[in-house]
């Protein structure tokens, strides 16, 4: 059974850095998609950064990295083949950067496929979801 497993998140000060990390115990099929959302109170959740690629060769840059405009060049995402990881480090939060973050996993045999999932980051593509943590920017 296919699990995520996050950590990272917490409290900061405006400006600051946080890391979050998301490990994938398994994929189903050759191609991966890993979302990062987030969801802020009394909002709904929202797609801000995706990376796909090949499974069996997990950190290598195949495949598409994507944000959400909100968080671009403020946010990057990464992978590295420890326990099929991707981080999610954030700069310069912001006090609109609050909210319940959640890593998101799907696969297929089409790279085509997982990079079109990364394009739309949508709630709906995505079939396996990590517990979720909080990010919380106050000063």
């Known amino acids: 059974q296919v699990q995520l497993v996050q950590s990272g998140g917490g409290l900061v000060q405006p400006g600051g850095s946080l890391r979050l990390s998301c490990s994938v115990s398994?994929?189903?099929?050759?191609?991966?998609?890993i979302g990062w959302f987030r969801q802020a109170p009394g909002k709904e959740r929202e797609g801000i950064s995706c990376v796909s690629g090949d499974v069996s060769t997990f950190s290598s840059t195949i495949g598409k990295t994507d944000y959400a405009e909100s968080v671009k060049d403020r946010f990057t995402i990464s992978r590295d083949n420890a326990n099929n990881t991707v981080h999610l480090q954030m700069d310069n939060l912001q006090a609109e950067d609050t909210g319940v973050y959640y890593c998101?996993?799907?696969?297929?045999?089409?790279?085509?496929?997982?990079?079109?999932?990364?394009?739309?980051?949508?709630?709906?593509?995505?079939?396996?979801w990590g517990q979720g943590t909080q990010v919380t920017v106050s000063s």
């Open positions: 998101a996993a799907d696969s297929s045999p089409s790279l085509s496929t997982v990079n079109a999932i990364c394009f739309m980051r949508s709630v709906r593509l995505f079939g396996y």
């Open positions: 398994e994929f189903t099929s050759d191609y991966y998609a």
